[in-house]
Each structure stands twice: as C-alpha cells, then as structure tokens.
C-alpha cells in the first residue's frame, strides 16, 4: 500500500509476514530452507548458523524449526539527468 508520509514523500509497505508466508509456500525454497548443510568446514562461514550468536542463541537450540531473518537497510540518491533542474531523490529501502 502506497502511503503518503508529507508533502512530496511517499512510502510504499510491504507486509513482511505475507511475504515470507508466500515465498516459504514455494516447495523449491521450502525444500531448500529446510535441507540440512554438511558441516565439514567448521572453519569456514558458509550461513547464519555458523555464527557463534545463532549457535549461543537458546531459540535456535530448540528442536524445530525457526525462521532466521537478516534484515538490511541501504539509502542511496537517484537522479534524473533529463530534467532541467536535475533534482536528486533520496530513496530508503529495508
């Protein structure tokens, strides 16, 4: 849903949990989420569960499955060299 914050701003939602219910609904990426990884490199940081916060964390010790997120935010600035003022966007993505 395109939300309007103040004049000239505008953010667009995207509901995280319909999406992740979507994409974990696909058999590829459930069968690919869910596969177990070999862990022969002990050495080596090939995922997130090779971390010592997620090998420390109690939840992730608990029989089952739980969903692992990284959530990452950038800001960058586009421009659009046609227009005579050549305005610069600021634009903020999660």
Sequence with gaps: ???K???NKFAQYIPIK???????KDPIVWQEYTKSVDDTTA???NDVKDGSVYKCNALFMEPGISLKL???QDAFEIVNPFEST???Y???CW
């Design 70 to 72: 990284i959530l990452y």
């Design 86 to 88: 050549k305005k610069k």
């Design 90 to 92: 600021k634009l903020q």
């Design 1 to 3: 849903a395109l939300m």
């Design 5 to 7: 914050i103040e004049r």
């Design 18 to 24: 319909k999406t992740l219910e979507a994409l974990l």
């Design 43 to 45: 050495h080596v940081l």
